[in-house]
């Protein structure tokens, strides 16, 4: 080992100064770099047996292509990267240009020292666990299947959790949602070994407050869209929170931002918790991050899903609603009607019709101004609104006109109804006037009578109450 020569690389003088301090007793010669150019230099002057890249300091959007050319032109030749665990979105990166191996930051000396001799000795580059990896793909499968015909946000995410726990190993899925008001929750988890991330956390909102928002690796993930891999819960830096995994059985776990890439818009991230530590090869990596996206992908479908839904009610309030009284519009009201006189007729029962109208609103509107006008409307709606049965409904037909369907009621029925709204709407206060009164027509729907006879009778027996003084009801003709 010692007759080995090592090339150290990383842009922090100290870190450069300790590493020699250290560990230059494993080689017979050990050179050390600031940065890429540097590395280049000697890897094309020397024979270099170990290349150790440590990223700590390295911004993957300005190094990484230099990084990769280096473990490109190493052509196979032992590589160990050492990689902060909160910044694991490195190693697939940097697999791409070529093989590697790599040992997850911070490290104690004695471990970082077996991890050189392990690759001085034996380099393991090619890190392949073929069984995992087909797990991992068959795992796709399933969460793909898992997805179909789920349009519920949380449906969703509980299901993404129960496929992920077929990963080998997994002891725990769980899955961070940022929410509408703009933090970060718990969405959904699942353990078949009972494992209650909750109380790890001690929360399952506001997580983006959290203490541990920078060591546990689904807040990381979630937090900075980046890869988070703990090999080690001590690593976290949180006595605690390692304590609290260690004695769950937990001694891995790797969060996966559910974001496209590091600077995009937080969206959430997956979680994954192993009973065992070890390393995953480029592909199983490659499909981690596969399976996160495949998940981001089905939770926004859920949320356009939703979104649409609600459009869709929007939309069809716009279309039925009155915007001023917030009761039904005329083209509503009308369809209603029809509607209800062709169940009166097939089920043989009485239905009758309301019209009534604000006595003199015009002379409200000229001398208290529009804005009480509407709010005369409103409030008489309101009123109206409350004497009426859940079956009645209430139609704004126009200007200060309103009509009510009243389902399973014959004429002197309808009186009854009719004379209670007039009360309660003369004896209300009405905000900037002062009180007001309506007039009313009734008329019982007539056997084989059409919606527009049925309208023109209650109009002309509003009439009738108008001519007779106005706040009074009148029955239609037939």
Request: with cysteine; net charge negative.
């Amino acid at each position: 080992m010692a007759q080995q020569i090592g090339l150290f690389l990383n842009p922090v003088g100290q870190r450069r100064v300790d590493f020699q301090g250290m560990y230059a007793d494993l080689f017979a010669r050990l050179f050390i770099a600031d940065g890429s150019e540097q590395a280049t230099l000697l890897l094309g002057q020397e024979r270099i047996d170990l290349l150790i890249i440590d990223l700590e300091r390295f911004d993957r959007s300005f190094d990484l292509e230099a990084l990769g050319e280096l473990i490109a032109r190493r052509a196979g030749a032992p590589v160990l990267v050492l990689c902060p665990f909160i910044s694991a979105g490195w190693l697939p990166a940097l697999m791409a240009f070529g093989p590697l191996a790599y040992a997850i930051t911070p490290l104690e000396e004695g471990d970082l020292r077996a991890a050189i001799e392990t690759q001085l000795d034996a380099p393991e580059a090619s890190v392949t666990h073929a069984d995992d990896l087909r797990a991992l793909l068959a795992l796709r499968t399933r969460l793909q299947q898992a997805l179909v015909d789920v349009d519920d946000l949380t449906s969703v995410a509980e299901q993404i959790c129960v496929a992920l726990c077929d990963a080998a190993g997994a002891v725990h899925a769980s899955l961070f949602r940022m929410d509408v008001p703009g933090d970060l929750q718990l969405e959904a988890q699942y353990s078949p070994a009972g494992l209650n991330l909750t109380r790890v956390l001690h929360r399952s909102d506001r997580l983006l407050q959290s203490p541990l928002r920078h060591a546990f690796p689904g807040l990381v993930a979630a937090c900075s869209n980046e890869m988070c891999l703990l090999d080690a819960p001590a690593k976290a830096g949180e006595p605690e929170l390692a304590l609290s995994l260690v004695d769950k059985g937990v001694e891995m776990v790797i969060g996966l931002p559910l974001g496209s890439a590091p600077g995009s818009a937080l969206a959430g991230s997956l979680c994954l918790m192993f009973g065992r530590a070890r390393q995953f090869s480029a592909a199983e990596l490659d499909s981690f991050v596969a399976l996160a996206q495949l998940a981001g992908f089905g939770l926004r479908m859920a949320a356009v899903s939703r979104e649409n839904e609600a459009l869709l009610g929007r939309v069809t309030q716009l279309a039925t609603v009155d915007a001023l009284t917030g009761v039904a519009n005329r083209r509503h009201g009308e369809h209603l009607l029809e509607l209800e006189i062709k169940r009166a007729r097939r089920y043989r029962v009485p239905a009758a019709l309301i019209g009534f109208d604000i006595d003199r609103f015009k002379a409200i509107n000229d001398q208290f101004g529009h804005p009480v006008g509407d709010a005369a409307l409103r409030t008489v709606a309101d009123v109206v609104q409350s004497t009426l049965r859940t079956s009645d409904v209430l139609i704004r037909s126009g200007g200060e006109e309103f009509l009510i369907i009243v389902p399973h009621t014959s004429a002197i029925d309808a009186l009854k109804i009719a004379e209670k709204i007039r009360v309660a709407v003369a004896q209300s206060d009405i905000a900037g006037c002062d009180r007001l009164t309506i007039s009313l027509g009734v008329a019982q729907l007539a056997d084989q009578e059409s919606a527009d006879s049925l309208m023109l009778r209650v109009d002309a027996a509003l009439s009738r109450a108008k001519r007779a003084g106005r706040n009074c009801v009148e029955l239609a003709m037939s």
